[in-house]
């Protein structure tokens, strides 16, 4: 059948959701040809999900090990978020923020803010996370320049950082294969040590390597603060670059900086926040605040395109004037909406009602124990663990980690498991939800996976096989 004349057919064989997709669908992130030919990276017919897990068009099943790129929280297809939404849709489904205003937009501003213990007095929304980042760093800007301060243009990000992926956003991430296409479009940031606790030299602690991180940046900051406007941080684990972890050591020092060299400090917590971590802000384990916080992902539970920044009342305070160009003039058509705050509302509540950081304390720990015959495997450098993250790095050539990332993604479909490694690193981002089952399952289907996909590895390197 040819294009045109399928439009809006529904046909229910699997390979033909797949072939249409291929046709017409320019899937995220993707070397769309890797879907190709002989060696060709499965794409997955998702028809429904269900807690952890996901259902594709034949029946099969998989256990989402990485939240869906990190937003579910409490379960595909969660009763009480369900629930929240269908009655926010018979309400209002979306109105304009500007100049209008709605319960879930305040309730969820005051419930963010009081989290934070009315520091961060004010959140501005928008949809995805990359916004976000683009909003904290213009409003940086701007509050410097309506200070009178106008020469602070310039950020600073650190090494492997990773803010998303619009021109701004990537302006402050330092991932080759995601920025170097676009170099020549970027403003560029000045790109500091990274506190990566992996560079720990024999007798080194992690937060000696916070400390050497810590200083690299104040030699920066030493040379340049007139000019900076902000430093931007993934608090505690620089997820995109490959699970980098660090010690909280670091964000007390870069608070500290920020203070002493007039600074602002720009919290990314996109994929750190909403208790991921371990604390429901990242930077709460170093007990600092920043000031700008920037969430997505997680907060709307993973139902629905959400952003937000926080920031203090200091901040809003300075762009609050008679003048309508001393205002934060930025805007997103669908900021604020009714159904994705209405989503969040029902996420935070399910932190409460449940007691969600402390029940993940003990889950973390059962999780952690499934890994250990990971974590002691011959193959495998650097085991860590924050909060309900997990990484380990496999022991491949560094020119075979894209081969091992696919053959480890494609082999752990066929043991029901959803897990896309970064590079050599396989990591684990599970949502909430697990039980004991579902634990003891995802540690043995990946320690299957890992020797499976190892041993296939190992042959290939030694030319047994192409
Ligand atoms: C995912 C992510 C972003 C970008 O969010 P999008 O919604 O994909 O635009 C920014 N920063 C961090 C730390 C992220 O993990």
Redesign the pocket.
């Known amino acids: 059948m040819s294009k045109a004349n399928r439009v809006g057919v529904e046909l229910n064989r699997t390979t033909d959701w797949v072939a249409r997709s291929l046709q017409s669908v320019w899937h995220p992130c993707t070397q769309m040809q890797h879907h190709a030919g002989a060696d060709a990276v499965p794409l997955i017919p998702v028809s429904h999900g269900r807690g952890a897990w996901l259902f594709d068009t034949e029946g099969k099943r998989y256990l989402d090990g990485i939240s869906s790129w990190?937003v579910n929280l409490f379960g595909h297809a969660n009763p009480r978020i369900n629930a929240a939404l269908k009655d926010q849709l018979d309400k209002l489904e979306h109105a304009m923020l500007a100049g209008f205003t709605h319960e879930p937009v305040i309730r969820l501003s005051e419930k963010l803010s009081s989290l934070t213990g009315g520091v961060l007095g004010h959140c501005f929304y928008a949809s995805?996370?990359?916004?976000a980042?683009e909003i904290s760093l213009k409003m940086s800007f701007h509050f410097w320049r309506n200070s009178g301060q106008p020469e602070k243009q310039e950020f600073i990000c650190l090494k492997g950082s990773?803010?998303?992926?619009t021109i701004g956003?990537l302006a402050v991430t330092d991932v080759a294969l995601f920025r170097d296409a676009y170099g020549p479009l970027l403003n560029h940031a000045h790109v500091v040590a990274s506190p990566d606790a992996r560079q720990a030299l024999r007798g080194e602690s992690a937060a000696d390597v916070a400390r050497h991180a810590a200083a690299d940046l104040e030699s920066c900051l030493q040379e340049r603060a007139g000019k900076i406007a902000a430093v931007i941080i993934?608090p505690l684990v620089q997820?995109?670059t490959g699970m980098a972890m660090h010690d909280p050591e670091y964000l007390r020092l870069v608070r500290a900086l920020c203070d002493k060299y007039q600074v602002h400090l720009i919290a990314?917590e996109?994929?750190v926040g909403c208790g991921r971590t371990g604390t429901f802000f990242a930077c709460e384990s170093a007990a600092i605040w920043p000031d700008f916080v920037?969430l997505?992902?997680g907060i709307s539970g993973g139902y629905l395109p959400l952003?937000l920044v926080m920031t203090r009342d200091e901040i809003y305070q300075g762009f609050y004037d008679t003048d309508v160009r001393r205002g934060f003039l930025h805007s997103h058509s669908y900021t604020g909406n009714p159904l994705a705050c209405r989503a969040a509302l029902a996420t935070l509540e399910i932190f409460e009602s449940d007691d969600v950081l402390i029940q993940n304390r003990l889950k973390a720990a059962s999780i952690t124990k499934a890994l250990q015959p990971l974590a002691q495997h011959e193959q495998v450098r650097n085991f860590r663990q924050q909060g309900m993250i997990w990484a380990f790095d496999a022991v491949v050539d560094d020119a075979a980690a894209s081969h091992f990332s696919r053959q480890f993604f494609t082999t752990a479909l066929k043991h029901e498991l959803l897990l896309r490694p970064i590079g050599n690193t396989v990591y684990l981002m599970p949502p909430y939800i697990l039980n004991d089952k579902e634990i003891s399952d995802l540690g043995k289907s990946t320690l299957s996976v890992f020797n499976q996909v190892i041993a296939g590895m190992s042959v290939t390197t030694t030319g047994i096989t192409a």
């Open positions: 990190w995805d996370g990359a916004s980042t990773y803010h998303g992926e956003a993934e997820c995109a990314d996109i994929a920037c997505s992902k952003s």
